[in-house]
């Protein structure tokens, strides 16, 4: 006969020894890092804010010029303020003339300049370069404040 028979049945028992090991492990780890994460724990004194960081900006001083669109993508003429300009040569110059009164008068001036989506470049580039050319005839250091405004939706011609 077989030596394994004559112990009797098999009996199932947990072996402790591993899961003993195991969690002293982790009470030693977590004793280890907790030091160490006060350690490296700074007070930090963080900035307050005042009530004046949520107010609005201040009111600049601010021009919008148009590039009028037609139906086709293409321009019609220029707007600056409430004046209109023709398209070509003579209505960039006039507008040009136009800009440099403004940034004589307020050297701060922003101009926001106001296009289709769909108007082709070549009649906005001449915009930029009369802006360009003005600010440059007032003898200013520093480049004239463009912001370009696309208009998505289509703007209605007064």
């Known amino acids: 006969m077989s030596h394994l028979h004559e112990r009797g049945p098999a009996r199932v028992e947990a072996n402790l020894t591993p899961m003993i090991d195991i969690t002293f492990l982790l009470v030693v780890f977590f004793v280890v890092v907790s030091t160490i994460s006060e350690v490296e724990s700074v007070d ?83 915009v930029l370069n009369a802006i360009t050319e003005a600010n440059t005839r007032i003898g200013k250091g520093t480049p004239a404040r463009v912001n370009l405004v696309v208009v998505t939706r289509r703007m209605e011609i007064e």
């Open 44 to 126: 930090m004194e963080l900035p307050k804010p005042e009530p004046t960081a949520s107010a609005p900006p201040p009111e600049r001083t601010r021009s919008v010029l148009n590039v009028l669109p037609d139906d086709d993508g293409e321009a019609i003429g220029y707007r600056l303020n409430a004046t209109e300009y023709p398209l070509g040569e003579e209505g960039v110059e006039s507008l040009q003339s136009a800009l440099v009164v403004l940034l004589r008068s307020s050297p701060d001036l922003r101009i926001n300049l106001r296009a289709d989506r769909r108007t082709s470049q070549r009649h906005i580039a001449p």
